[in-house]
């Protein structure tokens, strides 16, 4: 069933991407711009893409490479915009926990799994720290610009699935809203720095670094999941003050556009991944990125 499930999203996927390509026509031309039909296509990937484990940033280099999207010119910018609708989804799912977060600051010397989890979330986001360093953005840029590189990174991806969900189940082990341990933190805020990379999903790498740490599913992805809270906050920080340079050169509708449709997807693709997580039924995922990334190594530039 979760495979055909899969299926199904690969397909629709594909779909809304042929179907923005036929709608936008001259826009797909080489260095198009982001018209309002490539936006709604990008921002459905980002919403499917994101939770799911097989790097959204991948997936949106790559359908930036198919619209013939710049990343200088826009695509990176558009990225950044379309994850604060799937970080909307984060906030909605998780809306009790943040509730709770947001009150430490007010009792912050009173004990609670609140504030330790608070504590580990800080120090998980910590190494993004290094993404600040003069030059890893433009490198992140120059992978989204070459196919083949995110190509490389999806295998790498598949790999990482592979490996961690290969072990036995430690289902039941944890309780779910039990913090895990400062270096299991550090661990999966390592993890997660390395999925700055398109291609190398976020989701995926973080919950396989938990569960390589000794966490259960249900622990790993819901910890996953809100470190990517100041995660793409930062990222949105960074990327605004940029927008109020150029403020009087961006049409906002298509990222209007963007921003709402990767929110409601990926608050229906979030539902979906605990599930599947939960059941660790994730080898159609694998074999998705296998064959995704193998595409973009031979057909890519």
């Given at each position: 069933m979760h495979s055909l499930m899969l299926v199904r999203l690969a397909i629709a996927?594909?779909?809304?991407?042929?179907?923005?390509?036929?709608?936008?026509?001259?826009d797909t031309a080489a260095a198009a711009p982001l018209s309002v039909p490539i936006a709604a296509a990008l921002g459905a990937i980002q919403g499917a893409t994101e939770f799911l484990p097989?790097?959204?940033?991948?997936?949106?280099?790559?359908?930036?490479?198919l619209f013939g999207i710049d990343p200088e010119a826009g695509g990176h910018r558009f990225s950044i915009v379309a994850h604060g609708g799937t970080l909307l989804a984060v906030l909605w799912m998780y809306r009790r926990d943040v509730i709770e977060l947001a009150q430490v600051p007010l009792r912050p010397l009173t004990p609670s799994p609140a504030r330790t989890m608070l504590l580990m979330m800080i120090?998980?986001?910590l190494p993004l720290g290094l993404v600040l360093l003069p030059g890893i953005e433009d490198a992140i840029v120059t992978v989204e610009s070459h196919p083949r590189l995110v190509g490389v990174c999806l295998l790498?991806?598949?790999?990482?699935?592979?490996?961690?969900?290969?072990?036995?189940?430690?289902?039941?082990r944890d309780d779910e809203s039990e913090?895990?341990?400062?270096?299991?933190?550090?661990?999966?805020?390592?993890?997660?720095?390395?999925?700055?990379?398109?291609?190398?999903s976020r989701s995926g790498s973080t919950i396989a670094a938990g569960l390589a740490l000794g966490l259960s599913r249900s622990a790993a992805a819901r910890f996953s999941f809100l470190i990517s809270i100041p995660a793409i906050l930062?990222?949105?920080?960074?990327?605004?003050?940029?927008?109020?340079?150029?403020?009087?050169?961006?049409?906002?509708?298509?990222?209007?556009?963007?921003?709402v449709i990767s929110f409601v997807v990926g608050l229906a693709c979030l539902r979906l991944?605990?599930?599947?997580?939960?059941?660790?039924?994730?080898?159609?995922?694998?074999?998705?990125?296998?064959?995704?990334?193998?595409?973009?190594?031979?057909?890519?530039?």
């Open positions: 996927i594909a779909t809304l991407s042929i179907a923005a390509l036929a709608w936008a026509g001259q097989v790097s959204s940033s991948g997936h949106l280099a790559l359908g930036q490479a120090l998980a986001t790498v991806t598949a790999a990482i699935l592979w490996f961690a969900f290969s072990r036995p189940s430690e289902a039941g913090p895990p341990p400062p270096r299991s933190a550090v661990m999966v805020g390592l993890a997660q720095l390395c999925a700055v990379l398109p291609g190398i930062g990222a949105i920080v960074l990327e605004v003050a940029k927008l109020g340079e150029e403020a009087g050169t961006i049409d906002p509708v298509p990222y209007i556009v963007g921003f991944l605990l599930r599947l997580v939960s059941s660790g039924r994730i080898g159609g995922f694998v074999i998705y990125l296998a064959v995704v990334g193998l595409a973009a190594v031979v057909l890519g530039s």
